[in-house]
Structures are given as C-alpha cells and as structure tokens.
C-alpha cells in the first residue's frame, strides 16, 4: 500500500465500545407524505406514530420504539442523530468527554422514546444526542413467529431489516474525525487521503460493524449537511429486487447496484420524494473483529479507478446533498 505521510487515527481500546449504535434519527422532507409512503410502501418500514409536524417508522428488526422521525421541513436534511451509549457509566463518560470539548448542550427528557438524553453537535454542527434509557419496541398487529425478533417480516418491497449508517457532509474532515476518536471514542476503519495527505473521506465504526459514522468534505464550503442515510438488507439479492420496486413506483434510482471498494458493501442510492439520498446496503458477513485495527488508507488514485468492480462514482455522488444549496 502507497505511504501517505499524514497524521495516525490510532484509536484507544480502551475507549471502544461506549457507544453501542446509532439510532433513532430525525430526517427533514419538505413532502412529509409521500416521503412517509415511500418508506412505508417502498422501503417497508411502518408507521408506529405521528405527531402535529412528524412520522415516527419502524424498521422490523429493530429493537426499539422507533427508527426514524420524519420531520415536515422547508428544506430536506438531517436532523438529530441519537446514539445509544453501551451502558449507564458509558454514558457518563462520554458527556465527561462532550462536555470537555465544548461540543456539549445539555440533558433533555422530552425526546420520543428515549430516556435522559444529552445532547451537542459534532464539529461541523450536525445535531447529536446520547442516552442510554429507551422504549423498546412492543409489537401490536405484526408481531413475529419467533421471540427473538423485533416484529414480523413485513413481505413487502425492499424490506430493510434496520438502520444501518448516516454519511454527512462536513466542511472540515480533520475536526470531525478527532471528535470521533478523541471524543467519542470511535474508530476509523477506513478513509481517503488527499495527494497532500489530509482527510477527504472517514469512516468510523463504534462496534464491530465495519462503519456507523461517515464524513465526506462538503464541495460546498456549506456545514450541517447530508449526504446519505443507509439501511441494511438480509442479502445482495434483495438489493436487486428493491431496483426493481423502486424501477416500477418512478424512484431516481441514482447509482448501482453495485459493490464498493472502500468496505466492499454491495449498494444501491436512491432519492426519496423529499430528496434525501437514501442507500440501500449489505456488507455480507463483514466485520472488523481486530481490536487493534489499523485504518485503511485509500489515495486519489485508488479512488479514481471506480468502485469494487470498476463502476465509476457518478457526477451527482460528488454534488448532491441536502439541503441542496440552489447555484452552486
Ligand atoms: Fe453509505
């Protein structure tokens, strides 16, 4: 592999595992209905509430109360993203380390769901919260054969079994990625590096998945932005017949099915009503088991030649985030 002469991303093992997964998230539509159907229709999540200006869905095979809040908005993008800390004591430690890195805004207890929630913003000012008390999810007209499941198989379009990544755009890759690994104790799996050696691209894992947490330089100088959710599905061949479903109901598919270099995730980037990127994704039997992981460093030379199976990265992957930002 080229030697880049930047900066380590060592993580410290001690510090692994404090945060336990992302989710629930908050995502912003200006088309609050039909980006409710297609997630219910199309995507197979249900909707377990509603408030004046919200949906609340769930994916079948997620645990808790709910997956993702869609919010009625202007604009579409990301809202709060909420990470469930691995156990009370973790959650202190990680306020301790917000709150020394002046990111913190304080413990609320009003959000849907979840108990004692402390929220702040990572460096760009994208919206976080951590908690660790949350409603798990109780069945009610789709409760599963087996106990051991979070609800039945719902059979119906790409059945995504649960939320699996946020990738957001940042102004500043550097900031971002030592708030992850100094702050919040997460590691970085794999990146890509400029010709100069600097962040362009971090992925960041907080278990053993290979990645939770993504940031991507934002093209356009503008901060708080989205590039795309992800959801995960059983296998490939799901992926395949979710382009069909999304081919037959008039959804942008924008780029794949295909396989990434970078993780080797099989993908599908979709547009849903409100314009949010939504990815479709299996990583197979992937995971990083290695506690002593050693990032993996991609140059603009790796990058240019496509992805895993030479499929080049379509104009629109390297322009369109939300909220989109009109002329530029
Ligand atoms: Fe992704």
């Known amino acids: 592999m080229t030697e880049i002469p930047h900066r380590q991303l060592t993580h410290d093992p001690n510090r692994l595992r404090d945060i336990a997964h992302v989710g629930p998230i908050e995502l912003f539509t200006p088309v609050l209905e039909e980006t409710r159907d297609f997630f219910v229709d199309l995507m197979a999540l249900t909707e377990v509430d509603r408030d004046g200006d919200s949906v609340y869905l769930h994916a079948w095979d997620d645990y808790q109360g709910y997956t993702i809040r869609l919010v009625q908005r202007e604009q579409a993008g990301i809202g709060c993203t909420f990470l469930r800390a691995a156990s009370p004591a973790a959650l202190e430690r990680e306020v301790a380390d917000i709150e020394a890195s002046g990111f913190g805004r304080g413990w609320v207890d009003d959000v849907r769901g979840l108990g004692r929630t402390y929220l702040f913003d990572d460096p760009d000012g994208h919206p976080m919260g951590i908690y660790w008390d949350v409603e798990k999810y109780v069945p009610m007209d789709d409760a599963p054969s087996l106990k051991n499941q979070a609800a039945k198989f719902p059979g119906r379009g790409a059945n995504v079994r649960r939320l699996d990544h946020v990738n957001y755009l ?124 050693q990032t993996v460093n991609w140059t603009s030379a790796e990058r240019a030649k496509g992805q895993a199976w030479g499929l080049k990265t379509i104009e629109s992957f390297h322009t369109h985030g939300t909220p989109v930002i009109e002329g530029v």
């Open 170 to 293: 940042t102004r500043e890759v550097p900031a971002v990625s030592d708030f992850l690994r100094d702050t919040l104790g997460a590691r970085c799996t794999e990146r890509i590096v400029t010709d100069e050696g600097a962040d362009a691209a971090i992925w960041f894992s907080v278990g053993q998945k290979s990645y939770d947490l993504v940031y991507t330089k934002d093209w356009t100088g503008a901060n708080g932005r989205l590039h795309h959710i992800a959801f995960a599905t059983d296998t490939r061949e799901d992926i395949l017949r979710a382009c069909d479903v999304f081919l037959d109901a008039g959804v942008h598919i924008e780029t794949g099915p295909h396989k990434h270099a970078i993780q080797q995730t099989f993908f599908l980037y979709v547009w849903e009503p409100g314009g949010n990127r939504i990815e479709l994704c299996n990583a197979g039997a992937r995971l990083i088991l290695d506690p002593d992981w």
